[in-house]
Structure formats: structure tokens, C-alpha cells
């Protein structure tokens, strides 16, 4: 055994799909640990809150502000104010005022907004240009002039007992505030999603369930596919015979196909996490049967077989002690590669809304079920959908890569 573990950690394939995996796994299990609660709690009203650092803006105007004369701050306020779009109309109305624009960069701000200024005059009526449109570069001249000028915001506050509102603090342009002054901030690195829930927290708990569906879905159909496998193998005869007629039944029935009819018929309520993965199990024992088999039979007649048999041995302990350890490298390797199945056959069921329970736990089938049909990939929102196809993608490769680096190890023909 020692000898065996020692080779399976001399391949460099199965040593990096294992610390993929062991990486993935320890920040399942420790991440909980520092953002405790539900993953399905919804944080924000709105939806799709993009990744950065959330500041109390309550809160940050009780702190103390310092003082910063910064040169490039009204550059940036600006060139952040400015869209792509906004750029192309400022352009466009200045075109129809009859500027010269030869030469000009639209991501050159300074030089943009100078023209603009000396060319903008909300008393112009372009021919064909709609009064909604002239309402717009009113509008967005005013929010220049806002950002550019040294104007002062004021904080009122509603006086308790005598009812009118009474100036709390003001707010100049030059003020900023240290943000670890601040009482409440929250920082989302993947942003929220569709239904304004932590993404991070939510990707952690999905990774976390899918990998229990993908076990469970791989223990059940590993286990199918080794006793019938056993069995066929080598019992032969009339139960091979039983065995393969109803494997080649499941064979031509396209195994996704029986899938999404048994998972319908289930319904949506009874459908929880381990239900999905049972059944998973049950549609994906066919080719581990098949595979066992041949191994099977290519054992049943060695030497140290037939020496049990003549020993008087029953079925069971010559199956379980002169069979079995045998091919036991070969049913890890499927083992493997059923869970890597059962993950990815979650996700497609999830995605057509066959999936688990949607009110009780993520998976990662369901976050990206969410993000379809919340237009995720349609809003620019991919902090809803990228990171969940990034993890589907590193699960199935470090299980993929560690179940070629046992093939390398266990299987002559591969070795070196």
C-alpha cells in the first residue's frame, strides 16, 4: 500500500490536479468560517451590484474628513462621469454646431470638455436635433459644470421637534475620508447577483453542493456498475446475459435524455439535492458496468482464480478477495471520473430548470440557471456566470488530470 501511494504521488499529473482539488476543497471548508450565515440571504435591494468595496454613505458623513488638494481628482470625476456614449453625443452636437474637430482624441477629457464648453449653448436648435435630445446635453452640461466647479454640498437633517431641516454638515469637493474610519463597509469581491446575494459566498456553498452531488451521484453509480459489472464478469452465462440486454437498453437510451424525464417527473418540490444526485446516479451506471466486466472476465480464468475455486471458496470471498483488489485502482479511476460526470450533469439539469430545489441550497448549476434568465451575459453582469463556469471548469480538470495520473501509474502500457 505504501509502495502504491508513494508512485501515485510521483506523478506530477495527479500531484497537481490533487492541490487543485485540496485548494478548492480547504476554501469550501474555511471560507464559511469567516462570513458566516445563509448564502441564499439577499444584502441588496438592487441587482447586480458589481465587485468592489461598499462604503456607508450614513456613516461617512459623521467621520471626520481630511483635507486633499489633489490635481488629477476633477480629471477623474469627470473622465468617470463620461460614458463611451456620452462622448459620441458630445461629439455629435458639436459636429452639428458647426466645430472644428480635426485632430480631437474623445478619450483626451480636458481637450473634450474645453471644446464643449466653447461650444455649447442651450439656446441652439440644431436642425434635427429633438427637443428630448436637447433636454439630454442640458442635463449633461449641467453635470459637467458640477464636477468641474467648486460648488459645496449641504447635509440637512430633519429637526425632531421643531420639524424643519437644519443644516448637519457640508461636503466640498477637497474632503475625503479614511474608509477604515468608516463604521460600515462591505467588501464583495464577485459583487452580488440577480436576487442582490453575495456571489462569493453563494459560489463558496454552490461549489461546495454540487461536489456532495457529484460524490453521492459517483458512489451510487460506481456501485451499480461494480456489482453488475461483478456479477456479468463472472458468473457469465444466462446472467451475463440479463445483465448486458439491460445495459445495452440503457445504452441506446440516451442517458441526459432519461435524465431530464425522470427528474420532471419527480417534481419540483421533491427535488432536493440528494434526490437530483440518486438519480444522476441511477442514469450513469452503463459504461462502468460495461468496463468492469471485461476486466472481469479477463480474471475469472487466472490461476490463483481457479486455485480458490478448487479450494471450495464461495462466490463472495473469491469476488471480494481474488477479484476485486485486482481491479480496485480501476474502479477509483471510475469513481473519479462519475463525479466529475455527476457535476456537470447537475449543472445542464439545473440550467433547464430540472435542478434542486431553488429555495434551499445553491448549486452551481443554479447560479448559472440564475444568470441566464436574469440576462447576466446580455448586462455586462459577468461576475454573475464567469466565476461558476471557472470552477465547474477547475473541478472536472483536477479530477480529470488526477484520474490520468492514476491511468499513468496503474496501467503498464502508460508507464514510462
Known sequence: MRTMLRQVFHSSKFIVGFAIFFIMLAVMLVYPLFNPGSPLESIGLGTFAKPG????????????????????????????????????????????????????????????IEKWHAYFDASLRPQGMTKAERNYYSRLDTRLNEATGGRKLTVLEEDIAGGDAVEKSSITKDDYVNVSDVANVKTLPL?????????????????????IIGLIAGSVATLIGLILGLLAGYLGGVMDDVIMFFTNIFTVIPSFVLLILISYSIGQEQRGAATVAFVIGLTSWVWTTR????????????????????????????????????????VVMAFILQVSSGILAE?????????????????????????????????GSWWAYFPVILVIALISFSLNLMNTGLDQVFNPTLRD
Open 191 to 211: 459583487g452580488t447577483d440577480n436576487f442582490g446575494r453575495d456571489v462569493l459566498k453563494q459560489l463558496v456553498s454552490a461549489a461546495g453542493t454540487s461536489l
Open 291 to 330: 468496463s468492469v466486466r471485461s476486466q472481469v472476465i479477463s480474471l475469472r480464468n487466472r490461476d490463483h482464480v481457479n486455485l480458490s475455486k478448487l479450494s471450495g471458496h464461495g462466490l463472495l470471498r473469491i469476488i471480494l478477495t481474488d477479484i476485486l483488489p485486482y481491479i480496485a485502482s480501476y
Open 53 to 112: 468595496t461598499y462604503v456607508s454613505l450614513y456613516d461617512s458623513v459623521g467621520t471626520k474628513p481630511r483635507v486633499f488638494r489633489l490635481p488629477e481628482a476633477d480629471e477623474n470625476r469627470v473622465a468617470q462621469l463620461l460614458s463611451i456614449e456620452d462622448r459620441v453625443k458630445m461629439v455629435h452636437y458639436m459636429e452639428l454646431a458647426g466645430a472644428d474637430l480635426s485632430g480631437l482624441d474623445m478619450t483626451d477629457t480636458d481637450a473634450l
Open 347 to 379: 449543472a445542464q439539469l439545473s440550467l433547464l430548470g430540472l435542478g434542486p430545489k431553488t429555495t434551499e441550497v445553491p448549486t452551481l448549476g443554479l447560479m448559472m440557471n440564475w444568470a441566464m434568465l436574469y440576462s447576466a451575459h446580455m448586462n
